[in-house]
């Protein structure tokens, strides 16, 4: 062990993040230590997808000047690739200060917030034109879908990027459900499962999930 807690062993090291799961101190403290070297363990080693996969959904639905919220944005591997899709106008949300420290030597983001997700968000109503919230569900559930349904703009989107098993257990499923039935969402999207980590012997899967906020 090396780094406050942090395993030597790379693949260990989403595990014993997600292991903070509901505890949200743990949470900011790991990703804190894990911060300098996720970009090497997760794309680096095991070729992380959901980034790509979500930027190429969102070029289907935004339009290059779009202002969109990256919600739990980590290091910016989202904001990357949504950059090299030419998207310019783009917002790093994350609880953890050294994860937007990582984020913000990237160069692709123009604004900054350290927040929490699981709480109100102290953001205006309907100020984005889409959102992105990829590699997030293992720390929350689904709760703070209504808080992003509510600072997208009525026909904006909504992306993340989940597993099945998760969008059942997680209680998105049930959220997104009852958001849909009030009027506030539908779902436009469900893609194929893709594997998470393709360089890996990692069996995890997770599909893109679109969502167009209504009011
Ligand atoms: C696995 S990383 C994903 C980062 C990035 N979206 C990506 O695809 O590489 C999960 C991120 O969610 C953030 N996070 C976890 N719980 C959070 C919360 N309650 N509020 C805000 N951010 C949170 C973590 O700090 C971390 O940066």
């Not at 990027?161 to 779902?187: C, H, K, S, T």
Request: hydrophobic share 45%; net charge negative; proline share 5%.
């Amino acid at each position: 062990m090396a780094e406050r807690g942090l395993p030597d062993d790379r693949r260990k090291r989403a595990y014993w993040v997600a292991e903070a799961n509901g505890d949200i101190g743990q949470t900011e403290a790991r990703f804190d230590v894990w911060a300098r070297h996720y970009d090497a363990d997760v794309a680096g080693l095991f070729g992380w997808q959901p980034p790509l996969e979500a930027a190429a959904a969102a070029e289907r639905y935004l339009p290059k000047d779009a202002r969109i919220l990256d919600a739990g944005s980590g290091t910016g591997l989202v904001g990357e690739a949504l950059a090299a899709r030419g998207y310019r106008n783009l917002v790093a949300a994350d609880l953890s200060q050294a994860m937007l420290d990582v984020a913000r030597s990237k160069g692709v983001y123009r604004e900054f917030c350290k927040v929490d997700l699981t709480e109100p968000l102290p953001l205006e109503d309907r100020i984005f034109d889409g959102l992105l919230s990829i590699g997030t569900s293992a720390w929350m559930t689904g709760e703070p879908y209504a808080e992003f349904a509510r600072i997208v703009r009525p026909d904006g989107v909504i992306i993340c990027a989940i597993g099945d098993e998760r969008y059942r257990e997680g209680r998105f499923e049930a959220v997104i459900q009852d958001l849909a039935d009030r009027g506030v969402l539908e779902v436009v999207e469900v893609g194929p499962a893709f594997r998470t980590f393709p360089r890996s012997d990692l069996p995890d899967e997770v599909r893109v999930r679109i969502f167009r906020v209504l009011k």
